[in-house]
C-alpha cells in the first residue's frame, strides 16, 4: 500500500541496493584511500597524505549539495553544464520527489553521485602528496569540482549533456572520474613542482599492511561503484559486478608475472597497482561486455599501463620531468581511456540493451562488424576517442587555470622548511610515536607551548629515523 514515506513510483529493493552501492564506493574513500594515502608514503607524509583525502571528501559533499549535484544533472545551462541551484537542499521538495534516474528519490540520486565525485578529488590529490600547501589544496577541491567534474560528469553522464546524447559509452566512470584523475593530477602536478630530490629518490611506504588493507577496502568496494551504475537492482548490476572482480583479479595478476620477470621478484605494490589498474580499465565497460572480454581487458590493463609505468615513464622526458607521486597518471588516466577504447571495441549488443535500451547506436565494433553494420562501430569508436579527447583537454585547461588562480592567493607548494620536515611542521601532528611514548607529540607545536619552529623544526634524529 502507497504512504507519502513510499509511494507507488519507489522500489524500495532498487533503492536499498543504490543506498548500499553508494555506502560502498564511500568506503573506498573513507576509510579507503584515507589509510591507503596514509601508509604508502613516507612516514613523515602519512598525516598530510591522509588528511588530503579526509578533506576532500568533505568539502565536496557540501560543495556538492550547494551546487555541485545540479550543476552536474540539473537542468541545462549550457551544452556542457547545468544550471546551479540550491535544490540539495530541499529535502521536503526536491530530495523527496522521484530523480532523473531509477526508482527512488533524488536524495539517493544526490548521494550516489556524491561519493563519485568525492573519490575523483582524492584520486587527484595521489598526484600531489608530499608537496602541496594544504592551504592550496582547502581551495583547490571546490574550484576544480564546480569548473571540471561538474563539467565532465554532466557532458558525459546528464541526459542533457551532448557526449550523452552523441551515444558516447562510460557505464561507471571510466571518462568521467579516472580519465579526469589522472589528467587533472598530471597536470597539477605540474604546477605544483616536484618533491624534494631526497623524497624523489627514496619514498618507502611506511607500512605496506595498512597499504594492503586500503587496498583491499577499495577493491571490495568497486562492487558498489560499477554494480550501481545501472541504477537498479537488476541483471546488469550483476554482470557488472562479475566482470569488475574477474578484470580487476586478471590484471593484478598480469602485473604481477611482469613484475616477477623483469625485475626478478613479486611485489605487494606493485599487486596493488595492478588491481587498480584493472578496476579503472573495467569501469566504463563493466555491464557491457562478456566475461572473456572482461579478462582481456584485465590483460591489457595489467600490462599497457606497467609498460608506460616501467618503460615510457622512464624514457620520456616529459613524463619524468613531472612528479606524480602515485603515477595517477598511469593507473588511473591511461587505464580509464584504454578501457573506454575497448568499451568502443567490445561492448555486446544486448548488454548494451539492457543498460542502454533499445538503442541501436550502442553496439562495440567487433559485433558491428560481425553484423554486418561495421559503419555503427566505426561511429561508435568516433564518439569514444571525441569523449576521450574532451576529457582530456578540458582537465588540461581548467586545472591549470585552478592551480594558477589559487597559486595568486597562496602558495601552492609548501615552504622549503616544510617539505624537510613533514608531518610536523605542517599540522603539528606525527603519525608515530616511534621514539617512545608520546615523545613526538611533546616535542610538537601542539605538545608545548614552548616548542619554537626554526628552519629545520625535526631535529637531525627524525631526519635520521625518516
Known amino acids: ?67 555541485g549535484f545540479r550543476m552536474s544533472f540539473g537542468d541545462r545551462l549550457l551544452p556542457f553544464v547545468g544550471r546551479p541551484d540550491f535544490s540539495g537542499l530541499d529535502a521536503a521538495g526536491f530530495l523527496s520527489d522521484q530523480g532523473f534516474a531509477g526508482a527512488y528519490p533524488a536524495a539517493t540520486l544526490l548521494f550516489f553521485q556524491f561519493v563519485f565525485a568525492a573519490i575523483t578529488l582524492i584520486l587527484v590529490a595521489g598526484s600531489l602528496l608530499g608537496r602541496m600547501n594544504f592551504k592550496a589544496w582547502m581551495l583547490f577541491v571546490p574550484l576544480w569540482l564546480t569548473f ?108 604481477l608475472i611482469l613484475d616477477s620477470y623483469v625485475f626478478g621478484r613479486p611485489s605487494a605494490v606493485g599487486a596493488v597497482n595492478g588491481m587498480i589498474t584493472g578496476l579503472v580499465c573495467i569501469t566504463p565497460a563493466a555491464g557491457l561486455v562478456q566475461g572473456w572480454a572482461a579478462m582481456l581487458m584485465g590483460l591489457l590493463s595489467g600490462s599497457v599501463p606497467w609498460f608506460t609505468m616501467m618503460v615510457l615513464h622512464k624514457r620520456c622526458r616529459v613524463l619524468k620531468h613531472v612528479d606524480d607521486t602515485l603515477a595517477i597518471l598511469h593507473t588511473h588516466g591511461v587505464a580509464g581511456s584504454l578501457g573506454g577504447i575497448l568499451t568502443g571495441v567490445l561492448a555486446e549488443p544486448r548488454l548494451c540493451r539492457l543498460f542502454f535500451g533499445d538503442d541501436p547506436r550502442y553496439v562495440g565494433l567487433a559485433y558491428a562488424i560481425r553484423g554486418g553494420r561495421a559503419h555503427a562501430g566505426l561511429r561508435q569508436m568516433a564518439v569514444q576517442l571525441a569523449g576521450i579527447a574532451f576529457i582530456l583537454v578540458l582537465n588540461v585547461v581548467v586545472t591549470s587555470v585552478v592551480c594558477l588562480l589559487v597559486g595568486v592567493l597562496v602558495p601552492l607548494r609548501l615552504s622549503q622548511e616544510q617539505l624537510e620536515a613533514g608531518d610536523d611542521a605542517i599540522h603539528g601532528e606525527d603519525a608515530y610515536a616511534v621514539w617512545g611514548d608520546g615523545e613526538t607529540y611533546e616535542q610538537s607545536v601542539h605538545g608545548s607551548r614552548q616548542y619554537q619552529m626554526t628552519a629545520n623544526p625535526m631535529s637531525s634524529k627524525v631526519d635520521d629515523i625518516i
Open 1 to 67: 500500500m502507497a504512504t507519502e514515506a513510499a509511494p507507488e513510483w519507489l522500489e524500495k529493493g532498487d533503492n536499498a541496493w543504490q543506498l548500499a552501492a553508494a555506502a560502498l564506493v564511500g568506503l573506498q574513500s573513507v576509510p579507503g584511500l584515507v589509510i591507503l594515502y596514509g601508509s604508502i608514503v613516507k612516514k613523515k607524509w602519512a598525516v598530510n597524505s591522509a588528511f588530503m583525502a579526509l578533506y576532500a571528501f568533505a568539502a565536496t559533499m557540501v560543495c556538492w549539495c550547494l551546487w
Open 148 to 255: 571540471s567534474y561538474t563539467v565532465g560528469a554532466f557532458s558525459v553522464w546528464s541526459p542533457n549533456g551532448f557526449l550523452f546524447k552523441a551515444g558516447v559509452m562510460d557505464f561507471a566512470g571510466g571518462f568521467v572520474i579516472h580519465l579526469s584523475s589522472g589528467v587533472a593530477g598530471f597536470t597539477a602536478a605540474f604546477w605544483v613542482g616536484p618533491r624534494t630530490a631526497k623524497d624523489r629518490e627514496a619514498f618507502p611506504p611506511n607500512n605496506i599492511l595498512l597499504t594492503l588493507a586500503g587496498a583491499g577496502l577499495l577493491w571490495m568496494g568497486w562492487t558498489g561503484f560499477n554494480g550501481g551504475a545501472p541504477y537498479a537492482a537488476n541483471i546488469d548490476a550483476s554482470v557488472a559486478v562479475v566482470n569488475t572482480h574477474l578484470c580487476t583479479a586478471t590484471s593484478l595478476l598480469v602485473w
